[in-house]
């Protein structure tokens, strides 16, 4: 059973503008992960944060976790063309990792 | 350049074919995954292996079978398959501990059942 559910299913914005994205689950977490697909390639994971982490900065990413409403967000800052791709939360269930449905973001130059 | 490498990238097969998955990770990762995708739809867990050995198998139908040579391959051996079993098949690795750790992903092997 998928554990994330993500929201919007899908984003389209202007080059520059900021992104967010949602991640709902289920159970109880150790850490929650975000991953990144481009069209007809691979994930590439882009953070973890920890359940007992609030929030956690990469670069242009800023993931935040409220375990207390069982929910994450993605924020992509002055989003570019090249993040336009398919982003994916995953939360850990033992050796399982299960990836929710995704939100596609399509970022228009 | 992913560091987890698979072959082929395509591969078209008839139903009655048998065909492999190879996927090879230089990382020193002791736990390997293989995962189905279908368009749209995020990567459904197949199996994983830990230390060479088969830890999770989610209830996969027997015409896929796994197979982990060694602690850098992992195969995917598929017989008589189903048109519904076309997907985009993805490999990944990690370190193998019980929490959710990163996984490197390979950039998946095509596969169109006719």
């Known amino acids: 059973s998928q554990q994330g559910e993500e929201d919007p299913q899908a984003l389209s914005i202007q080059e520059g503008e900021n992104a967010t994205m949602n991640c709902s689950y289920k159970?109880?977490?150790?850490?929650l992960q975000w991953y990144r697909q481009n069209s007809g390639r691979g994930l590439v994971h882009l953070i973890l944060?920890?359940?007992?982490?609030r929030e956690k900065h990469s670069g242009r990413l800023r993931v935040t976790l409220d375990t207390s409403k069982k929910s994450s967000s993605l924020l992509i800052t002055a989003s570019r063309a090249a993040d336009t791709a398919s982003y994916f939360c995953?939360?850990?269930?033992?050796?399982?990792?299960?990836f929710g449905a995704g939100t596609r973001l399509f970022v228009k130059a | 350049d992913t560091e987890v490498t698979q072959t082929p990238k395509h591969l078209v097969m008839g139903m009655t074919n048998k065909k492999s998955l190879k996927c090879e990770q230089h990382?020193?990762?002791?736990?390997m995954y293989w995962y189905k995708q279908k368009a749209k739809k995020p990567p459904e867990l197949m199996f994983v292996?830990?230390?060479?050995?088969?830890?999770i198998n989610e209830s996969v139908p027997s015409r896929f079978s796994p197979e982990c040579p060694n602690s850098s391959l992992l195969n995917l051996h598929l017989h008589a398959l189903q048109p519904e079993d076309s997907a985009l098949y993805l490999c990944?690795?990690?370190?193998?501990?019980?929490?959710?750790?990163?996984?490197?992903f390979g950039d998946g092997t095509r596969l169109s059942i006719l």
């Open positions: 990944a690795s990690s370190q193998p501990t019980k929490s959710n750790q990163p996984q490197h």
């Open positions: 159970t109880s977490i150790n850490n």
């Open positions: 944060i920890r359940s007992n982490e």
């Open positions: 995953a939360t850990d269930g033992g050796f399982k990792t299960i």
């Open positions: 990382m020193g990762h002791r736990a």
């Open positions: 292996y830990s230390y060479e050995k088969l830890s």
